[in-house]
């Protein structure tokens, strides 16, 4: 079991082609009926993992707002398993930068989406650089979730869908692993995003963690009020 600041239940679920490790975290005092946020984690090669500064940093704010929060691993990475033999991460990993196909992580996400579902009362989704493309798919899938992207990729990966998707998205301006385009262009890009870009923050946010965090959570705090509203008889 990975070592973490936060109180979580590890929960391990039989998925498609192996089992998938998710952490719950759950405000004090409240129960699995709260609003929860699923945290995408960036690429394994990136330390894309449950236990990443960034997503360590949202789950925090998500808790200091009486959401409750599921963060995991892809399979392959801390106690999720992948069918087949056990491989190097940089081994398993690379071929998705190679080829570009991300279902296998899609399909991460979708199980990791699913069990929030049946925990928590409404959901929302926040995917941190490459935990964008995998939760892209299934916001789209479903106009009803709330997306965010931090530090996204998307001067570098394809991300299909989201220009005509309300999203929040917030690049940083010395990102060198995914350089945003300038925020009129990324605005135009992404019509109907609140798109911003955050100066002097590189893609790591080490430090800085908080840039990302306060907006995410204002942005989710109106999505998952009105939907526990519409919810409650």
């Given at each position: 079991?990975?070592?973490?600041?936060?109180?979580?239940?590890r929960?391990?679920?039989?998925?498609?082609?192996?089992?998938l490790?998710?952490?719950?975290?759950?405000?004090?005092?409240?129960?699995?009926?709260?609003?929860?946020?699923?945290?995408a984690?960036?690429?394994?090669?990136?330390?894309g993992?449950?236990?990443?500064?960034?997503?360590?940093?949202?789950?925090?704010?998500?808790?200091?707002?009486?959401?409750?929060?599921?963060?995991?691993?892809?399979?392959?990475?801390?106690?999720?398993?992948a069918?087949?033999?056990?491989?190097?991460?940089?081994?398993?990993f690379?071929?998705?930068?190679?080829?570009?196909?991300?279902s296998?992580?899609v399909?991460?996400?979708?199980?990791?989406?699913?069990?929030?579902r049946?925990?928590?009362?409404?959901?929302?989704?926040v995917?941190?650089?490459?935990?964008l493309?995998?939760?892209?798919?299934?916001?789209?899938?479903?106009?009803?979730?709330a997306?965010?992207?931090?530090?996204?990729?998307?001067?570098?990966?394809?991300?299909?869908?989201?220009?005509?998707?309300?999203?929040?998205?917030?690049?940083?301006?010395?990102?060198?692993?995914?350089?945003?385009?300038?925020?009129?262009?990324?605005?135009?890009?992404?019509?109907r995003?609140?798109?911003?870009?955050?100066?002097?923050?590189?893609?790591?946010?080490?430090?800085?963690?908080?840039?990302?965090?306060?907006?995410?959570?204002?942005?989710?705090?109106?999505?998952?009020?009105?939907?526990?509203?519409?919810?409650?008889?």
């Open positions: 079991m990975p070592a973490t600041t936060l109180d979580a239940a929960l391990v679920r039989p998925v498609p082609g192996g089992a490790e998710a952490f719950v975290s759950l405000p004090p005092g409240a129960d699995a009926a709260c609003p929860g946020v699923v945290v984690p960036p690429h394994p090669l990136l330390g993992d449950a236990d990443n500064n960034v997503v360590l940093a949202v789950a925090r704010g998500v808790l200091a707002r009486g959401w409750g929060v599921l963060r995991f691993n892809y399979r392959g990475v801390g106690g999720s398993q069918d087949g033999p056990a491989l190097p991460r940089y081994e398993r690379a071929a998705v930068e190679r080829t570009g196909d991300v296998a992580l399909a991460d996400a979708r199980a990791a989406l699913g069990l929030a049946r925990l928590f009362r409404a959901v929302a989704l995917g941190y650089s490459f935990g493309a995998a939760a892209l798919p299934l916001a789209l899938e479903d106009p009803a979730l997306l965010v992207g931090l530090c996204p990729p998307v001067g570098k990966q394809a991300l299909p869908g989201l220009e005509g998707r309300p999203a929040l998205l917030l690049c940083a301006g010395d990102d060198a692993c995914a350089p945003p385009p300038p925020e009129d262009a990324l605005r135009a890009a992404f019509p995003a609140h798109a911003r870009v955050l100066p002097r923050l590189d893609h790591f946010a080490l430090g800085q963690e908080d840039r990302l965090v306060r907006p995410t959570l204002a942005y989710l705090e109106a999505h998952l009020a009105s939907l526990t509203r519409e919810e409650t008889p």
